[in-house]
């Protein structure tokens, strides 16, 4: 069914408003144009009804053709609406007083409405990007709360309560385990389930565009009906736990916030099974005077592991003296300094120990030689024998590997493909050359407590590993992760720095399930907290490691 949306935006000058209306900036994102309120006409949105929002603004520049302004609808991360304006265009000229004048006071008018099939009684996202170029200038996000059900129509149930009865059994009070049972909805739908096979039909739109859904197939003749069914089922479940979930979140009873991404036709036991069995921590290398050293609660030395003449100015004897050279400030953020590539996907491969190794080895040769460069995941998840591929690996021996070969190839020159075949691939060396400044003299192994931690990832990012099989990375938006996995590590991931939001200390931490996933690619984990065996959060602090050019 083709829908047909009213959509206008206007960016002009105005006076004003009084009137203001609770916003945010976009979790990752920098506020160039400093917007100062929100208005939003009328608060409660009905869906099929025109609403309009007025941003008022006063940029640090000006900014000239081209600028485009994207404004989307977004039901707990599922886009029911989107549409996008070059602001600067002669069809927008009668609306437009275009450049953006930097230091002045200017107004964003959007006008639009939610589609009638978004169901009533929920909390919908209103996202507005704006961007010069390439570049992205601003972001902000408004909550809105569609009129009820009950108000409209006298009912007694909204949509999330009628799925929560529907499903009376499923939601497993431990919120770990989340949503599981696969029992089939009614025959015939209501409102509400028409409005959850929209959103799905939305979802499938956004984040799977191909037939083909990681070995899941939608509609194509009646044996796959069942299938179809089943996914539905599943996501209908997900969907509700997420909105359960972020009840708590705007109640302030939880520090992070769900929202809904490409894994949502997975139940957590397929999540598990599919994505994290990456890092084999069995892989690692253990030395006699290492085992040792872990026995007698003694740090094995040197900390680096460099077999060449060059390297010894690098090696630090004894952890006091590398704390002694490494004062860390109070919060860090690499992405921000511009020494990190932009989030991969490692697809249906459990390579992650290759995406951890190669994005804390190119932050690394960003910081000695002043170019930021993507190398080549698919070059180690091929050609590395130490490790498994696709069936898991770990960042020491990606390391080594690249010493050993002389560097790594541009990711350019090698370009992933695993991710899509879910195979390891053939070893083809001869299709490129090594960038020979890429080879690391070593690594450092951090010692396993916050404060080294910290000190190294002041010094530059680190790749580490985590236990991430816990439903709550699944649907992972914002905020601080808290209390929410175990220190049996499966995933490796780099920490990229550290702070402190909302009075929690947290380590960020890059992932490698793309862009749509968390804030933009990123979790933030809580820092500081006392676990069993010291091991941090998640386990975090149990094999980190970073290479030493």
């Known amino acids: ?88 265009s002669s069809e927008a000229s009668q609306f437009v007083s275009c450049p953006i004048v930097g230091g002045k006071e200017q107004t964003l008018s959007v006008a639009t409405d939610v589609p009638s099939e978004v169901p009533k009684g929920i909390e919908a996202l209103i996202q507005i990007s704006i961007s010069h170029g390439s570049q992205s200038i601003s972001c902000l996000s408004v909550k809105i709360d569609t009129e009820s059900q009950k108000e409209l129509e006298g009912t007694n149930e909204n949509f999330i309560d009628y799925f929560l009865n529907t499903f009376p059994n499923e939601v497993n009070k431990d919120k770990s385990n989340g949503l599981r049972v696969e029992s089939a909805l009614p025959k015939e739908m209501n409102k509400h389930e028409s409005s959850m096979r929209f959103i799905f039909q939305k979802w499938l739109d956004q984040f799977h565009e191909t037939a083909e859904i990681d070995g899941w197939y939608p509609v194509k003749d009646d044996s796959s009906k069942e299938s179809f069914e089943q996914r539905f089922i599943i996501f209908a479940k997900n969907f509700v736990d997420i909105a359960v979930h972020n009840r708590l979140y705007d109640a302030g009873k939880v520090s992070y916030a769900k929202k809904m991404n490409q894994f949502g036709h997975f ?21 006699f005077l290492g085992e040792l050293a872990k026995f007698f609660g003694k740090s094995e030395k040197p900390l680096i592991i460099p077999d060449s003449p060059s390297a010894e100015a690098r090696v630090f004897e004894t952890l006091e003296e ?81 010493k050993a070969h002389g560097g790594v190839c541009a990711e350019n020159d090698y370009p992933y493909v695993s991710g899509t075949t879910g195979s390891n691939g053939f070893c083809k060396l001869s299709r490129c050359a090594p960038d020979p400044r890429s080879s690391p003299i070593g690594y450092v192994e951090v010692e396993h407590d916050e404060e080294s931690l910290k000190r190294a990832a002041a010094q530059q990012p680190v790749s580490v590993a985590i236990e991430a099989d816990e439903y709550a990375f699944q649907f992972y938006s914002h905020g601080v992760l808290t209390g929410e996995c175990g220190d049996k590590d499966d995933h490796g991931v780099v920490v990229v720095g550290y702070g402190n939001l909302d009075g929690i200390d947290y380590w960020k931490v890059r992932n490698s399930w793309g862009s749509s996933w968390g804030m933009d690619g990123y979790v933030l984990i809580q820092r500081g907290k006392q676990v069993p065996n010291d091991d941090g959060e998640c386990g975090i602090l149990i094999d980190p490691v970073y290479p030493v050019f």
């Open 322 to 402: 590398f704390e002694k050279s490494n004062s860390a400030p109070d919060s860090v953020d690499w992405v921000a300094k511009g020494a990190v590539t932009p989030v991969k996907n490692q697809g249906s491969c459990g390579s992650c120990w290759a995406f951890s190794a190669i994005s804390s080895l190119e932050s690394a040769y960003f910081l000695k030689y002043g170019e930021l460069k993507s190398f080549s995941e698919q070059e180690l998840v091929s050609c590395e024998t130490d490790c498994y591929g696709c069936r898991g690996g770990i960042m020491n021996s990606a390391f080594d590997w690249i």
């Open 1 to 88: 069914m083709i829908l047909y949306y009213y959509a206008a935006l206007l960016l002009g000058f105005f006076i004003r408003y009084s009137d203001a209306y609770p916003f945010a900036i976009c979790p990752g994102t920098t506020d160039h144009l400093h917007i100062s309120s929100v208005d939003l006409k009328p608060e409660k949105v009905q869906p099929n009804k025109p609403f309009s929002l007025k941003v008022v603004f006063k940029p640090d520049a000006t900014y000239d053709d081209p600028i485009t302004v994207d404004v989307s609808v977004k039901v707990y991360g599922v886009k029911v609406f989107q549409t996008k304006v070059d602001a600067c």
């Open 267 to 287: 139940n957590p036991q397929e999540f598990r099974a599919l994505y994290l069995s990456g890092y084999r921590a069995d892989l690692k290398k253990r030395t």
